[in-house]
């Protein structure tokens, strides 16, 4: 049995993933969330964690770029699937270079579509992508970028941090994500099982390190150098 989870705040794709997981005799559903908070929340408390989550990269809160960096840190067990409407070849490649194995569009929800019947005729690309993620092979559908061998990952966040600044620790690690993300620092202590005390001593740590005054100085500074990716910067990439 293999256990899915998945973030998606449209409602319309939410019934109609949830369908298509429905149909493999091997499934369970075990999250089902509409943003990124709830999703953090949710692993938090999980008795089973999903083997694959489906991931939308337009979230509220925590969009679905941030939270597979965070994810590839923090539970490196989870398979992760981007899901989007993007056919955005800078974003497609950022997500899986953060650590997601796959992406598909969600034209895989209407199988009986013109562009689905014109780009992948009678083939099951749901299903097509949860066979090469169990396998841990790369999965992009064609509509996102055809020459899926070809796409060159760029350095992960988790990378660049490890190599410009070895001294940070995971913690302070998942705190540059989460701060970067649209949330309080009260949200903050709850995703990261820490007091709000706690959270504003590493705000101020992070703060005195990289000679910022505050989070949106240490946001900047943590886009401008690669500590922190955001699907707002690669969405000015066409292909």
Same mark, same amino acid.
């Given at each position: 049995?293999?256990?899915?989870?998945?973030?998606?705040?449209?409602?319309?794709?939410?019934?109609?993933?949830?369908?298509?997981?429905?149909?493999?005799?091997?499934?369970?559903?075990?999250?089902?969330?509409?943003?990124?908070?709830?999703?953090?929340?949710?692993?938090?408390?999980?008795?089973?964690?999903?083997?694959?989550?489906?991931?939308?990269?337009?979230?509220?809160?925590?969009?679905?770029?941030?939270?597979?960096?965070?994810?590839?840190?923090?539970?490196?067990?989870?398979?992760?699937?981007?899901?989007?409407?993007?056919?955005?070849?800078?974003?497609?490649?950022?997500?899986?270079?953060?650590?997601?194995?796959?992406?598909?569009?969600?034209?895989?929800?209407?199988?009986?579509?013109?562009?689905?019947?014109?780009?992948?005729?009678?083939?099951?690309?749901?299903?097509?992508?949860?066979?090469?993620?169990?396998?841990?092979?790369?999965?992009?559908?064609?509509?996102?970028?055809?020459?899926?061998?070809?796409?060159? &990952? !760029?350095?992960?966040?988790?990378? *660049?941090?490890?190599? /410009?600044?070895?001294?940070?620790?995971?913690?302070?690690?998942? +705190? #540059?994500?989460?701060?970067?993300?649209? &949330? !309080?620092?009260?949200?903050?202590? *709850?995703?990261?099982? /820490?007091?709000?005390?706690?959270?504003?001593?590493?705000?101020? +740590? #992070?703060?005195?390190?990289?000679?910022?005054?505050?989070?949106?100085?240490?946001?900047?500074?943590?886009? /401008?150098?690669?500590?922190?990716?955001?699907?707002?910067?690669?969405?000015?990439?066409?292909?």
């Amino acid at each position: 049995m293999i256990a899915f989870g998945l973030v998606e705040d449209n409602e319309r794709f939410r019934i109609l993933i949830k369908k298509e997981i429905s149909k493999l005799n091997y499934s369970t559903l075990v999250i089902d969330v509409v943003d990124g908070y709830e999703l953090l929340l949710k692993l938090n408390v999980a008795k089973k964690l999903p083997d694959i989550l489906f991931l939308d990269i337009e979230l509220p809160k925590i969009d679905g770029l941030l939270l597979t960096s965070y994810i590839s840190q923090v539970y490196p067990s989870i398979k992760m699937i981007g899901v989007s409407s993007h056919s955005n070849k800078a974003l497609v490649t950022e997500v899986l270079s953060e650590g997601a194995i796959s992406f598909i569009s969600k034209h895989f929800t209407s199988p009986d579509s013109a562009i689905y019947k014109l780009t992948y005729g009678n083939r099951n690309v749901f299903k097509e992508a949860i066979d090469q993620t169990i396998l841990n092979n790369t999965y992009i559908d064609d509509l996102l970028f055809n020459k899926g061998r070809e796409l060159i &990952l !760029s350095t992960s966040t988790n990378q *660049l941090i490890n190599k /410009k600044f070895p001294e940070l620790t995971s913690i302070h690690k998942q +705190f #540059l994500l989460l701060n970067a993300a649209d &949330l !309080s620092y009260q949200e903050i202590a *709850l995703v990261m099982n /820490k007091s709000l005390p706690t959270i504003k001593k590493y705000l101020s +740590f #992070l703060l005195d390190k990289f000679e910022v005054k505050n989070k949106v100085e240490l946001v900047t500074f943590c886009i /401008k150098n690669g500590l922190v990716k955001l699907p707002s910067y690669y969405d000015q990439f066409v292909n």
